[in-house]
């Protein structure tokens, strides 16, 4: 790993470059010759180095998920929980955390999908603002050349979790994310990158998503649809609101619900709680459903020439039962895997997880179970949710 100075002026000039020069590219036939093959099946290890840090992963852990047939694992990193202090353009004082979790990851025979996993606020002023702009590019110039000796196609780089500009539009993201494809390409050609779309990297968006044309890149996109199901008894807005909080039971498939096995509580909102069940048994919710979701995202990545990973789908195990979890995440892996699309579960131990900590371990108020010794977790994975992963 080496890392040096970058000039602010050519930090500066990348961007201004791909500001004014660069349009949205115009779809062509066929992915380009000569790129790596994509990593299949992973999983994403949240709130490790992001947000609280509360679920550490040790050497154990990767062992464990390679041992079960995963052969990567997406990384949420926060540079803010690293000492990253946008607007100023220096790397983060503390990345030998993440040189310590990358040599781990990489040494347990795992890929790493690094995911630039900003907080709410810094993402929005990335957005708005040309400083953090150009703290954005920075850090990924830095990064890029820190990592260059790393292997090209085993560590991944993610350029940004879930980019937003619903208002803002499809253009002035291609824009800075061309800038940042073409500031690492400065410092490492060979790289893999994972690129994405506008709107969360939502299925709903991705016609609007703009091409670009590297021959080691790929394009990502998440899925949690439907929310009622994914999300069913969060903890955070909007879904701790009416009407949506009201309902007390969601099952999966919709076909197999009805509205008093919703058991909606009372409230101002119930008869718009009953309509949002109602619409979620109406639609159905079912595989085949699923299915014509996933083949549009298909289609695009066919009609643009490009390669597609799902890098997030999952279901809150907190609240919903067993089965019916399951059976969703059976439906999604298997829609994508029938259009030869790879993916990362979300996520391996927290809300969302597929392993749960065992023995010395703390239980959090919001269903999470964090393990008490960082450096010699138990975790386990559930059974049911490694078959219906395929695995």
């Not at 115009?26 to 093959?37: K, N």
């Amino acid at each position: 790993m080496n890392q040096g100075p970058t000039a602010p002026g050519r930090r500066r000039i990348l961007l201004a470059a791909g500001a004014a020069a660069l349009s949205l590219a115009v779809p062509g036939p066929t992915v380009a010759q000569g790129a790596g093959p994509l990593p299949r099946r992973g999983v994403n290890l949240s709130h490790w180095l992001s947000w609280d840090g509360r679920q550490p992963i040790a050497p154990v852990d990767a062992r464990l998920i390679r041992a079960a047939g995963f052969d990567h694992v997406r990384l949420p990193v926060d540079p803010e929980f690293l000492g990253w202090a946008p607007p100023d353009q220096g790397l983060p004082p503390r990345l030998d955390r993440l040189d310590a979790a990358l040599k781990m990851l990489l040494d347990a025979g795992l890929a790493v999908i690094l995911s630039f996993h900003a907080r709410d606020n810094t993402r929005d002023q990335i957005e708005l603002r040309r400083p953090f702009q150009e703290a954005y590019l920075a850090f990924w110039l830095g990064l890029a050349r820190r990592y260059a000796g790393l292997p090209a196609d085993r560590l991944i780089f993610a350029v940004m979790n879930e980019p937003q500009y619903y208002v803002r539009g499809a253009q002035r993201w291609h824009q800075l994310q061309q800038s940042v494809v073409q500031a690492i390409r400065a410092e490492d050609p060979r790289r893999m990158l994972a690129l994405a779309g506008i709107g969360g990297s939502s299925i709903d968006y991705i016609e609007r998503t703009g091409v670009i044309r590297d021959p080691n890149s790929f394009f990502v996109f998440h899925y949690y649809e439907p929310y009622l199901v994914s999300h069913f008894g969060a903890s955070w807005e909007p879904f701790t609101k009416e009407p949506g909080a009201l309902v007390g039971r969601v099952v999966y498939p919709s076909t197999e619900m009805s509205l008093a096995a919703a058991a909606i509580r009372l409230g101002p909102q119930r008869a718009a709680a009953e309509k949002l069940v109602r619409a979620y048994i109406d639609k159905p919710w079912t595989a085949e459903t699923i299915e014509r979701r996933i083949a549009i995202a298909a289609s695009w990545a066919a009609r643009s020439g490009v390669r597609l990973m799902c890098t997030e789908f999952g279901v809150l195990r907190v609240k919903i039962d067993a089965s019916s979890r399951y059976r969703w995440l059976a439906d999604v892996r298997t829609a994508l895997e029938r259009h030869g699309i790879g993916w990362s579960v979300w996520d391996y131990a927290d809300l969302f997880g597929i392993a749960t900590a065992r023995g010395n371990a703390d239980y959090l108020g919001d269903g999470a179970i964090v393990p008490r010794d960082p450096a010699n977790p138990r975790r386990e994975f559930e059974p049911g949710a490694l078959a219906a992963l395929g695995l």
